[in-house]
Antibody, heavy 123, light 107 residues
């Protein structure tokens, strides 16, 4: 059973870059077939899909965040990462890493989630 | 982006009740619709994909239906562990988008 675990600073200053890493266990990122994503949830609010990365480095970012988002993958460590630049208080949220899979046709859908990590943007 | 609208935003129900939640897409998405359950302080859990297919290990009291723009999630007999917030997600096209959630509370 695949498991995902987020790590990174819980507090980031405004205008700085938020950096998070997701460590995957129970399966290899480089085996292919799955996409690795980030999703965030503002306090008491709904879910916002940030984007995905494939083990090859192929990415897709939500256009609403595209100018500030960078994702990377380290297959040797079975990890993938998120960087979000120029953060403001509006970026305060619980950030989840997740696995995306194809179920027949259409795009990928989320089938496994990390436990989430709260990142607060404040001076 | 495809907008997903859930109704109601919250509901109160009793143990044993049959509960139905609706999700509407702003454009046709075939059956590319998933449902998730989220309990307070926890990550969402995948329940249903392809509008009506249960994820492995999900009890059969959960069922989904619909295609095109209108979808429903039904819990046949509500149990204490089912009190949670439920989200739909469209995966017809990127970016993936979620409904605003339906909070199921104890009456």
């Amino acid at each position: 059973q695949v498991q995902l675990q987020e790590s990174g600073p819980g507090l980031v200053k405004p205008s700085q870059t938020l950096s998070l890493t997701c460590t995957v266990s129970g399966g290899s990122i480089s085996s292919g077939g799955y996409y690795w994503s980030w999703i965030r949830q503002h306090p008491g609010k709904g879910l916002e899909w940030i984007g995905y990365i494939y083990y090859s480095g192929t990415t897709y970012y939500n256009p609403s965040l595209r100018s500030r988002v960078t994702m990377s993958v380290d297959t040797s460590k079975n990890q993938f990462s998120l960087k979000l630049s120029s953060v403001t208080a509006a970026d305060t949220a619980v950030y989840y890493c997740a696995r995306e899979a194809y179920y027949g046709s259409g795009s990928t859908t989320t089938d496994h989630w990390g436990q989430g990590t709260l990142v607060t943007v404040s001076s | 982006d495809i907008q997903m609208t859930q109704s109601p935003s919250s509901l109160s129900a009793s143990v044993g009740d049959r509960v139905t939640i609706t999700c509407r897409a702003s454009q046709a998405i075939s059956t590319y619709l998933a449902w998730f359950q989220q309990k307070p302080g926890k990550a969402p859990k995948s329940l249903i994909y392809a509008a009506s297919s249960l994820q492995s290990g999900v009890p059969s009291k959960f069922s989904g239906s619909g295609s095109g723009t209108d979808f429903t999630l039904t819990i046949s007999s509500l149990q204490p562990e089912d009190f949670a917030t439920y989200y739909c997600q469209q995966y017809n096209s990127y970016p993936l988008t979620f409904g605003g959630g339906t909070k199921v509370e104890i009456k």
